[in-house]
């Protein structure tokens, strides 16, 4: 990534093929290994224990795209990147905070739940609210956003899901490809995204750091404190700002 930031010109152009044009499959391959890391049981918590998994999504499509928009109308930064800002508020957390709700012993479970229900909602709510937010710096067209995750994201996981249900465990060598294969595309995309906006992230990335970080501390502390004032356990909570 260092490397791609200071060299951009390695990692825009090989034999021809921007590599750019790796950002969409790739994502789609790291969507299709979520996918079968999930199964139908990861929504069982909708109807066990309602409360928690209301209160956590409602939390993540509140607290992050509001707070993505008030730093972005702040910060004065250049409109593309102020809409940037409030999509990654508009976002789902993915896999990412499952590991940490492991690492911090919080409610796994309610944890993967979450991620499940809020990337299914996704598909309807980030282009929504990058409508009404977003909408405010750049134009965005929500119905092509909407075709897009369905592309990109909703056509994998379900994929993935069928693969889990009726595949899993009868090729052992490509269930243990699977993380692998996330992994290296992850690290592909923003090696790629690094190198194509080397220019911008040299110039305006020191405030773009400072803006990511009171975003993401911002979205912990409500997250976790709107949790306690509905009264839910200590795990649930932790679970909560993690997720948002």
């Known amino acids: 990534v260092s490397l791609s930031l200071f060299q951009p010109q390695l990692f825009i152009v090989w034999g021809g093929y921007k590599l750019t044009g790796l950002i969409v499959p790739l994502i789609q391959l790291i969507m299709f290994g979520m996918g079968t890391s999930m199964s139908m049981k990861d929504f069982a918590l909708v109807?066990?224990?309602p409360?928690?998994?209301?209160?956590?999504?409602?939390?993540?499509f509140a607290i992050?795209?509001?707070?993505?928009?008030?730093?972005?109308?702040?910060?004065?930064?250049?409109?593309?990147i102020a809409a940037g800002i409030i999509l990654i508020g508009c976002s789902p957390s993915g896999l990412a905070s499952n590991v940490m709700s492991y690492l911090a012993k919080a409610n796994l479970a309610l944890s993967v739940t979450l991620t499940s229900v809020?990337?299914?909602l996704a598909t309807f709510l980030t282009p929504f609210l990058m409508k009404v937010l977003g909408g405010q710096f750049i134009e965005i067209k929500a119905s092509d956003m909407f075709v897009h995750i369905l592309q990109i994201v909703i056509v994998p996981i379900v994929l993935g899901l069928l693969f889990n249900k009726y595949i899993k465990g009868k090729t052992t060598w490509l269930d243990k490809l699977m993380p692998t294969l996330s992994m290296f595309g992850i690290a592909t995309i923003i090696i790629v995204i690094t190198?194509?906006?080397?220019?911008?992230?040299?110039t305006i990335g020191p405030l773009l750091i400072l803006v990511s970080f009171i975003h993401n501390t911002s979205g912990y502390?409500?997250?976790?404190?709107l949790g306690r004032v509905f009264k839910l356990g200590e795990k649930d909570c932790r679970t909560i700002a993690i997720e948002v």
């Open 118 to 120: 809020s990337t299914i």
């Open 47 to 49: 109807v066990q224990t």
């Open 51 to 60: 409360k928690g998994v209301i209160i956590g999504v409602v939390s993540q």
């Open 64 to 80: 992050m795209p509001t707070l993505g928009f008030l730093l972005a109308s702040i910060s004065k930064l250049p409109p593309e």
């Open 221 to 225: 502390l409500f997250g976790y404190w």
């Open 195 to 202: 190198a194509a906006g080397s220019k911008s992230l040299l």
